[in-house]
């Protein structure tokens, strides 16, 4: 065989193959896309034909040392030597590009002794390959075609994700639905006093629900958050984290499980990539739908592309997209994506009562509204921001630090175009309430509309998430109680913690003993009760905050352990905490600081020292993709 024309494409097969056979192994929780092996085949075959010259040029080299050796031998050896190793070295190095990373990191002995192993493997690989098609060129081609078959096989069944329950549900055991407005500030609802209707759906479902006045976020971070309330601990407790994405259910299992364990069906439909399922948040349910994005996204050589795409556009503004300079992937998907696939599971055939947990992640950055909902909230503006904010192609730096210039026109122009997302999706999520109410059938409904956290506009000199203002940790917290009651306006401090023994509660199941929370089906509590908000999803130690509330008092506390600096706010004349008033109340601030302390090891809280990257590859070009980590 001294013609290239079948081992070549045998090679990129075959490594088209075992990396779709990688990225089908990371998704354990749920079955993969049937395109994806296709999808894959696509992408090395457009990688291979980039690198032909550079194949060509190594393929010669190899011809000027063996002349003896075959055409096709030579042009394997070169395609897995310019192919595959800038892959190996890429998988390697991929975690020193972490949120807040830069080039410098890689000139540590670690990450150089990394490339060279990866240079060593991928020349080893070349070399064997050169040998074995030189020698047995045709059983060469069987092996590598084998590998590429195992890429296109397909398992149907997910590891670990069978349905078992050990129970039936009572006969009037009543369907759960969790429904998540990602990044929605309680302060820009008309449920809340918002003098113009951006949710009139919801403020209309808040009539005949308990709505809670005084409701914060668990976290500022979308997994963290939404773990606490699947889990009904605090960060600290369950352990995740910006810098560490894992979460171990075995050690704090989700309410999913329970409830799957009492004879509920369980699914989850997210509309964010920082809630991919590797991270642990699917424990418990039958079905986790995190399709986000096509599922070659998870393979190692788009992963690549990814980080390279980010790299030229940060050196081409003309390929910048706005932050978002990447092909066919958007970390994000659509209520329009999200609910239907929600709703076709939720009127499946299964009889058994369902917990359904949504996350909608439309009104999370970047702020960009349709033109009806523009027509209805976005005052006339001829400023220069637009809702992609400082990731915007068209923004100019113009002070040391980010928002620093913007008016109050600007800031006016942000909060029209984030409230303008929050009607669009106010009228989605009517549609789909009104859908799941007639899918429950004779079975009640219970149900919690909440958010993971809130967002800034430049209170304080602050955008975003990444801090505890009011407006970033103040968040709607609506409850619907499956036996029906008239409207209720509650001024009981509540949290994110609350969430999962409140669910629990609506299946008639006692709280797990670890959990802080309170049942809110069952209980009211107190306005002076004790409530956390832990900031811990930063990039470095000296960031991490925490904030203890007891009516009318919100301490703040800088440090890992919650035992730095303390600052004190009085939320009767400082709605938004921008107003430390610590040295006027010294006796205040230390029973708070005793309170916080003791709470905290109540449950042997985690003081951030295993602070790591999770072993998922892409997760920190996803947090990035979003926002995250300084950009």
């Not at 599922?295 to 978002?324: K, S």
């Not at 789909?432 to 967002?455: C, K, N, Q, S, Y």
């Not at 968040?475 to 609350?498: C, F, K, N, Q, Y």
């Amino acid at each position: 065989m001294r013609h290239p024309i079948v081992l070549l494409p045998a090679v990129v097969l075959a490594c088209a193959g075992l990396d779709s056979a990688q990225a089908r192994a990371g998704l354990w929780y749920r079955d993969a896309e049937s395109p994806l092996f296709l999808h894959s085949v696509a992408l090395w075959v457009g990688y291979a034909a980039l690198g032909l010259p550079l194949i060509a040029l190594v393929s010669w080299l190899l011809r000027r040392w063996r002349p003896e050796a075959p055409a096709g031998a030579r042009w394997a050896a070169s395609t897995v030597a310019v192919l595959v190793t800038p892959v190996l070295v890429h998988v390697q190095l991929d975690p020193y590009f972490g949120l807040g990373g830069d080039l410098g990191a890689l000139l540590a002995p670690g990450p150089l002794a990394l490339v060279a192993a990866a240079g060593a493997v991928g020349v080893a690989g070349a070399t064997v390959i050169f040998i074995a098609a030189e020698r047995l060129p045709a059983l060469t081609v069987v092996g590598l075609l084998a590998a590429s078959a195992a890429g296109a096989a397909h398992d149907p069944t997910p590891v670990g994700q069978e349905p078992t329950p050990t129970a039936t549900a009572p006969a009037d055991a009543p369907n759960i639905l969790l429904l998540v407005w990602d990044t929605t500030r309680a302060a820009s609802l008309d449920l809340y006093g918002r003098e113009r209707a951006t949710a009139p759906a919801l403020a209309r479902l808040g009539e005949n629900a308990r709505v809670y006045e005084r409701a914060r976020s668990a976290s500022v971070f979308t997994l963290t958050s939404h773990l606490s309330m699947l889990t009904g601990t605090y960060p600290s407790h369950h352990g995740a984290s910006l810098m560490r994405q894992t979460y171990d259910p075995d050690r704090t299992p989700s309410i999913a499980r329970t409830l799957r364990s009492a004879g509920y069906r369980t699914g989850a439909f997210v509309g964010t990539s920082v809630l991919r399922g590797d991270t642990g948040v699917c424990d418990g349910f039958d079905v986790y739908d995190d399709r986000v994005d096509p599922d070659v996204t998870r393979t190692r050589l788009w992963q690549a592309v990814h980080d390279v795409q980010t790299l030229v556009a940060a050196f081409v503004p003309a390929l910048g997209g706005n932050g978002r300079p990447h092909w066919f992937e958007t970390f994000d998907a659509s209520a329009d994506d999200v609910l239907p696939r929600a709703l076709e599971w939720i009127e499946g055939e299964d009889d058994r009562p369902w917990f359904c947990f949504v996350n909608l992640y439309d009104v999370h950055w970047p702020y960009v509204p349709s033109e009806e909902a523009r027509a209805q909230l976005v005052a006339p503006y001829d400023g220069r921001i637009d809702g992609y904010l400082f990731r915007s192609d068209s923004y100019e730096q113009r002070s040391e630090r980010k928002g620093a210039d913007l008016t109050d026109s600007d800031n006016a122009h942000l909060v029209d175009l984030y409230e303008a997302e929050l009607l669009d999706l106010d009228q989605k999520v009517d549609d789909f309430w009104r859908a799941a109410r007639r899918a429950a059938g004779e079975r009640r409904l219970g149900a919690v509309i909440t958010a993971d956290h809130g967002e800034a506009f430049g209170e304080g000199g602050r955008y975003k998430h990444d801090d505890l203002l009011e407006v970033q940790v103040r968040i709607p917290m609506v409850v619907v109680v499956p036996r029906g009651i008239d409207g209720e306006r509650l001024d009981g401090a509540v949290s994110g913690v609350d969430v999962a023994p409140t669910l629990l509660g609506f299946a008639g199941l006692d709280a797990q003993p670890w959990m802080p929370g309170v049942d809110l089906a069952h209980a009211a509590p107190s306005a002076d009760r004790v409530i956390l908000v832990e900031n811990r999803d930063k990039t470095s130690a000296d960031r991490i905050r925490h904030a203890v509330y007891r009516h009318p008092w919100k301490m703040v506390v800088h440090g890992e352990k919650a035992d730095g600096a303390a600052e004190l706010y009085d939320m009767r004349v400082d709605g938004v905490g921008l107003v430390d008033v610590a040295d006027q109340h010294a006796g205040v601030v230390a029973e708070l600081r005793r309170v916080l302390l003791d709470l905290r090891e109540s449950w042997g809280a985690d003081d951030g020292n295993g602070r790591e990257w999770a072993d998922g590859a892409g997760l920190a070009d996803h947090l990035r993709a979003l926002g995250y980590g300084g950009r």
